[in-house]
């Protein structure tokens, strides 16, 4: 845990810096940006079995996971600046810049909806809050991934 903390606070502090300060090439922005999406997806999935009914519900554990799922829903949207084109972002991205900027969002403001879900402890909550989240990941996935 202590290993993904560190990693987790370098990677924060680096969206701090400029955008051109970060990637060297865009190919390093794509493989940041995937890296980053692919432990984002794995938290994400890793409450699936209790939001199907499949696991207990242990209102704590869920909560500990939204909370980290809070701090990786914020790495990869540096990584696709101007001239980080490339990997599976479709040019989309960078020609209609507003419409991502509010897909990033309506993603930003479910995981906000589910951390308060999680911090109520209602079950039925959480789940409807799951799906919110689930279904932004897919619209920006429709509109903007190849």
């Known amino acids: 845990m ?6 987790l606070a370098l990677a924060c502090t680096s969206l701090a810096l400029p955008a051109a300060a970060q990637f060297a090439k865009p190919e390093d922005a794509v493989k940041y940006r995937q890296a980053a999406f692919t432990v984002l997806a794995s938290n994400f999935s890793r409450m699936q079995p209790v939001i199907r009914g499949q696991a ?3 209102a704590a554990q ?17 990584a696709f600046g101007p ?13 209609d810049a507003a419409g991502f900027k509010q897909k ?3 993603f930003q403001d479910g995981v906000a909806n589910l951390s308060a879900a999680a ?21 920006c996935h429709d509109a ?3």
């Open 2 to 7: 202590k290993k993904l903390t560190a990693v």
């Open 56 to 58: 207990p519900y242990d």
């Open 62 to 78: 869920i909560k500990a996971n939204v909370d980290i799922l809070k701090t990786l829903a914020t790495l990869p949207w540096g």
């Open 83 to 95: 001239g980080m084109e490339g990997g599976n972002a479709k040019p989309e991205i960078w020609s």
């Open 104 to 106: 990033e969002q309506a």
């Open 119 to 139: 911090d109520s402890g209602d079950l039925a909550k959480v789940r409807a809050a799951f799906g919110a989240v689930g279904a932004s990941c897919k619209a």
């Open 144 to 146: 903007y991934r190849k």
